[in-house]
């Protein structure tokens, strides 16, 4: 069983950075692929970014690559999502998510067993 609890949402301006992290609990941390997602009001809830176990593969949505970072710290059981030149279209509850490892890196919501409450993060124009 892994719990997630999120970190690190709140308000900026647009162009400004923040960055998220995710405490997870469980002893194999680094067996679990690790991912944010993202979702806005009235909106499906999207793919944001994931990485592997290993921290050797990463994989970042269209929509935010170049501007958001994933990262790992094994040895502190946490995941960070770095966001760098925000836009008011970021505003979203972002959710840190877990999979047990796999041949893929999985981009999927379905492919994740382990989801965090959500923190809200909200960029002003």
């Known amino acids: 069983q892994v719990q997630l609890v999120e970190s690190g949402g709140g308000l900026v301006q647009a162009g400004g950075s923040l960055r998220l992290s995710c405490a997870a609990s469980?002893?194999?941390?680094?067996?679990?692929?690790m991912g944010w997602f993202r979702q806005a009001p009235g909106k499906a809830r999207e793919f944001v970014a994931a990485?592997?176990?290993?921290?050797?593969?990463?994989s970042h949505a269209d929509s935010v690559l170049g501007r958001f970072t994933i990262s790992r710290d094994n040895a502190k059981k946490t995941v960070y999502l770095q966001m760098n030149s925000r836009k008011p279209e970021d505003t979203a509850v972002y959710y840190c998510?877990?999979?047990?490892?796999?041949?893929?890196?999985?981009?999927?919501?379905?492919?994740?067993?382990?989801w965090g409450q959500g923190t809200q993060v909200t960029v002003s124009s």
């Open positions: 990485i592997s176990g290993s921290d050797r593969l990463t």
């Open positions: 998510v877990a999979a047990r490892e796999k041949p893929y890196l999985p981009v999927d919501r379905n492919d994740y067993q382990y």
């Open positions: 469980g002893r194999t941390f680094s067996s679990y692929a």
